[in-house]
């Protein structure tokens, strides 16, 4: 089956704790992305990726990190989480920008 | 900058009444404009899109025209069911002006059907 899965799916941690959600496709995709949705802004793109070895910045990067080592895997990593960070995180990935196949979300609570 | 404007919720519905959900778009060059549904607890599924002005995108009974005239991309069915309440997200891809791939998201309308 054609997926896009993320881990974990929820996670409370504590103010500077690194955390890292992983997400994974199995559609041998080139670009993935990662977004955050927050009531009344919709979903605001993060980082994303057009290859392997290649990343850029979204529209809101501060405060994250991303690697792009494998085809299929896309790593989201909060250096030093703050309760701003709190949010649903989607990461979505697709052949061509624009038609996005979306994960099932990481519901992140930073206290 | 390229933004995308939906109309605000929450809309309630009864079931088989016809629903009409406004998008709007601000956008430089010839976006491609999509509708994205999300059922609880469950991430984003496209739903139809458009990629040139005047077509229409539908699938599972709704239809959105593209107009650039109006810059408008409004979703429509003319008979829902309960099954399709969820939040529905209109977009725009900027692959034309910036070449990032982004998709640009309004800020979603939640649509409510009751028995």
Not at chain 1, 84 to 96: D, G, K, V
Not at chain 2, 74 to 97: M, P, T
């Given at each position: ?5 993320q ?15 992983t ?19 919709g ?39 703050s309760?701003?960070?709190?949010s ?24 | ?49 458009a990629?040139?002005?005047?077509d ?24 829902v ?17 910036s ?17």
């Amino acid at each position: 089956e054609a997926q896009v899965t993320q881990n974990p799916r929820y996670l409370i941690t504590v103010t500077g704790k690194k955390l890292t959600v992983t997400c994974s496709q199995n559609m041998n995709h080139e670009y993935m992305s990662w977004y955050r949705q927050d009531p009344g802004l919709g979903l605001r793109q993060i980082y994303y990726s057009m290859n392997v070895e290649v990343t850029d910045k979204g529209d809101v990067p501060e405060g994250y990190k991303v690697s792009r080592k494998e085809k299929r895997n896309f790593p989201l990593i909060l250096e030093s989480p703050s309760p701003n960070q709190t949010s649903l995180y989607f990461c979505a990935s697709s052949f061509f920008p624009g038609e996005l196949f979306f994960g099932e979300g990481s519901r992140l609570t930073v206290l | 900058g390229n933004s995308v404007t939906q109309m605000e919720g929450p809309v309630t519905l009864s079931e088989e009444a016809f629903l009409t959900i406004n998008c709007t778009y601000t956008a430089t060059g010839y976006p491609s404009l999509f509708w994205y549904v999300q059922y609880p607890g469950e991430g984003l599924q496209l739903l139809l899109k458009a990629t040139k002005a005047d077509d229409k995108g539908s699938n599972k009974g709704f239809e959105a025209t593209y107009r650039k005239e109006t810059t408008s991309f409004h979703l429509e069915k003319g008979s829902v069911q309960v099954s399709d309440s969820a939040v529905y997200f209109c977009a725009l891809s900027d692959l034309g002006s910036s070449n990032t791939g982004k998709l640009i998201f309004g800020q979603g309308t939640t649509l409510q059907v009751k028995p």
